[in-house]
């Protein structure tokens, strides 16, 4: 089946300690993303990657690293220099470019 | 700068009544517009799009959305609610030349049995 996968699904850590969020698509598609949504604020988009070896910044980049080694990988990491970092995380590919996305099941993060 | 304003957080309909669910936006060239639902606890799932072309477009489950360039909107409709199209509706844009796109906040469809 071709699709987004998205790892672990609940995902709990203490405060201080990074993460890195997993996110793997089989659609052979060229562009990545990902996401941050919160209650009522919708989706925020925290870095993109048109192709591989090169990523940009997107409107909440701050407290997080991204890299993008490999076309079907788009690990996230969250630092723990971001100071809010409990949410649902969603990844997504689309063929070239922001034309039709598609997301994964997303990683709800807890930092405790 | 483009951005994306859905007006309401919540829209209650009775079921087999018609629905809309309301989204404008604002970019400096031409729209991509895009509607997507989320189930609960789910990643999200195209609805439909519209790039150019005919006004009215159609999507998935029934839905369809007419793009009103006057009114600089792209409102989603469907003639008849199910219960099961209770869920989380993101309208979403992308301006002509940008590499992103923004969504909005979100609307809450609840489809009252």
């Known amino acids: 089946d071709g699709g987004i996968t998205q790892s672990p699904k609940y995902l709990f850590r203490k405060e201080g300690q990074n993460v890195t969020l997993s996110c793997e698509q089989n659609?052979?598609?060229?562009?990545m993303y990902w996401y941050r949504q919160d209650p009522g604020q919708g989706l925020r988009l925290i870095y993109y990657?048109?192709?591989?070896?090169?990523?940009q910044k997107g409107d909440i980049a701050e407290g997080y690293s991204v890299s993008r080694e490999k076309k079907e990988s788009f690990p996230l990491t969250v630092t723990s220099a971001q100071k809010n970092p409990t949410a649902f995380y969603l990844c997504?590919?689309?063929?070239?470019?922001?034309?039709?996305?598609?997301f994964g099941p997303g990683t709800r993060l807890t930092v405790l | 700068a483009q951005s994306v304003a859905q007006p309401e957080d919540q829209v209650n309909v009775a079921e087999g009544n018609p629905l809309t669910v309301k989204c404008t936006y604002s970019?400096?060239?031409?729209?991509?517009l895009f509607w997507y639902v989320q189930y609960p606890n789910r990643g999200l799932q195209f609805l439909l799009k519209?790039?150019?072309?005919?006004?009215l477009v159609k999507g998935s489950y029934g839905f369809e959305a007419e793009f009103n360039k006057s009114q600089t909107s792209f409102h989603l409709k469907k003639p008849s609610a199910l219960v099961s199209d209770s869920a989380l509706y993101f309208c979403?844009?992308?301006?002509?030349?940008?590499?992103?796109?923004?969504f909005g906040k979100g609307t809450r469809l609840h489809i009252l049995p």
């Open positions: 997504a590919s689309s063929e070239t470019g922001p034309d039709t996305q598609y």
């Open positions: 659609l052979n598609h060229d562009a």
């Open positions: 990657s048109q192709i591989v070896n090169d990523f």
């Open positions: 970019v400096s060239g031409n729209p991509y």
């Open positions: 519209y790039i150019t072309g005919d006004n």
């Open positions: 979403a844009v992308r301006d002509t030349g940008d590499d992103k796109i923004i």
